[in-house]
């Protein structure tokens, strides 16, 4: 064992003095602690925004070989051959490092049966995980150990057993378990070890590589390429408090408009005559399919070129037809891209071309490539100047009168090869090189479409995007990108959407219907079935496949998805009040099962169940012909949704479920928000709401406002609290700051409904 080298002290960070690179800890919280290795890289996190050190009382010393600094609710041995071995309070291991040798998986091939084997297409083993790292971070794996997080890999909800690299792509390909990257890089895990929870962190945006006992069953690693070694020890006594931790770092999901939370209809193509959006209004209309929005993809610009509007397509007047289509309760969500046409005739082209803005070959040209505008310039999204330059141009589409804005291809995408490791982008102001600001364009593109929709709107941002980092969530939300139609990825998105979630990214969904490849009736009624709690909920399907609005197959899937969409409106309260318990608690709206029980082993890798809030538990049917499933209910007592049949929990139950069934339980005495049957949310308050109770008692906390801007911060919101015991209802009003207020709420008990009116000069609920 090597010498102990000497620390030193200063409030809550330590430096331990090793030779070359010094480690230091910082003590954040008790269940917070980074740890830190200057490795010669400048620049500030993209994910961590603010100051996170709160004081924290905490002991260090020396025990045998090593050091030992324990706060509260964790222990780090540290020992003088760099080993950093975390465990909880009270002595279980979390994260240890791994003493042996790492055992690569194939330790290559020859030449010729390389060539042999490349020839057929396949890629030969290893060669992610063996090169390229510049360190690594090997833990042991118990044998009872489980992964989550990773943001928005592919495959199931247990990571364990995969690899997957940090660098975001746009991968067209059918989106498979062994994929190893997507559009996003969210480096956070979460483990499991022998059923205590913990959490790792690693900001860094370099590429780098996960490897979840892939390789051996004896250790996990984390390695990058280039950065600083900079990590986060996420502690908790659940595993909701890592979760709570890992958001308190990066951020949480604001609370959004309270429309966004509506039925989305998009198809790529629409946008290309105002004729055919108005068609899609008049059949969500003409077959009462409630919805918010309708989205514009590329489609409906001059050429591609961003932040223009092709006016010959819009009768002259774009604003006009998108002011119409509000009135019909629909707003218009328009794609933005970041590749800006070539085209020196071209505002915002030769505007970026003068100021710089764009980033830049190593020879000090403006770098080209393709993406839809054909030849495009690449806005230089890390530098502060620049983001406030594009988040200006979001005035146009204000302007526009539109209610949010989609950002896509911003890994970022590029048609003619990937963008070079050596083209010069900006760390904020520092020069940098795309090999450390790739994985965060996306991240600091959405950024500023936040300050501009921000600014110009005064309403809270609605911006979708494709590509992010970790802390995105807190300028956006995300979709999964291009999916297909095929039944491998309604199954994903349930692990998929549960992992984003866990990995901050509360507000995120998927393509409904699947976006690549065909549709079918069967397929997209189920998706509609499995997606009806999805928090972002929009069918958007690629130019050149089946179409796949709800009435594209007529009855039944017509009528089924009116049902579901229809229930969808019924829960927005609901996902509206998860929402800003989230913004304070930093737990997603979707959640796996695990999250709400991690003392459960039979939820550790549950794929086609999930929860919303701690609550409501959904069992969709994720397969073709299935009309039976088997459903796990967890600990508690359940009721089922449709015939309020009651069943004791920890079992598993056979149900029914012919094509218009999603097996739906709630936990028996919850009692839910009940949305008044509306087809558009509207901006005018609600001046009746229901509550209904599951079971004979419960209590409810129900937030109010004006679900549109940021008045709520000045108090401009109310907060109910709804308790049911004995037959009695009672209703308070803890704050009451919107002037609005519900003049009746109905109370649906099992055998009785109870109306409330309010007393304006009581300033209380009274039973009429
Ligand atoms: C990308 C997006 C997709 C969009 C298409 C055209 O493939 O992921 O959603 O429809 O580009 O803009």
Redesign the pocket.
Known sequence: MTQLPDYQQTNQTITFAFPKHPLQLFVLTPTIIRVFENRGDNGSSYAVADHKEQSTSFTIKTVGDHYELQTSNLLVKIDGDRHIDVYDAAGNALAVDYRGKRQLLDKGVDKVHERLVKAEGHNVSGATTGSGQYYQIVKSLAKDEHFYGLGDKTGYLDKRGFEYDNWNV?N?APQLENFTKLYKSIPVMYGLKNGHPYGLFFDNPYKSHFDMGKESPNYYFYSAVAGNLDYYILGGNSLKDVVANYTYLTGRVPLPQKWTLGYQQ???GYSASQKEVQAVADNLKKFDIPCDAIHF??DYMRGYRVFTWDKDQYEGDPKHFITSLKKQGIKAVP?I?PGVKKDPNYEVYADGVKKGYFVKSPDGQVYINKV?PGDSAFPDFGRPEVRKWWARHDKFLVDMGVGGIWN??NEP?SFEGPIPDDVVFSDQDLPSTHKKMHNVYGHNMAQATYAGLKHYQGKRPYVIT?AAYAGTQKYSTV?T??NRSIWPHIQMMIPQLCNLGLSGFSFAGV?IGG?ASDTNPELLTRWIEAAIFSPLLRN?A??GTRHQEPWSFGDPTLSIYRKFVKLRYRFIPYLYDLFEKQTKSGLPIMRPLVLVDDTDPRVRDLNDEFMVGDNVLVAPIVEKSKTKRLVYLPAGEWVDFWNDRQYTGHQDIVVDTPLDKLPLFIRNNTILPWGNPVNHISETPDRTMTFRVYGNQGHYDHYQDDGVDFNYQNGEFNHYTISVKNGQVAINLPHHGFKPIYETINVELSDNQIKLRYDAAAGEYRQS
Do not use: E, L, T
């Open positions: 746009d067209p998009s198809r790529w993809d590329v794609i891209d839809w896509d291809m995408a494709r979709w990108g291009d393509d976006f958007h690629a130019m």
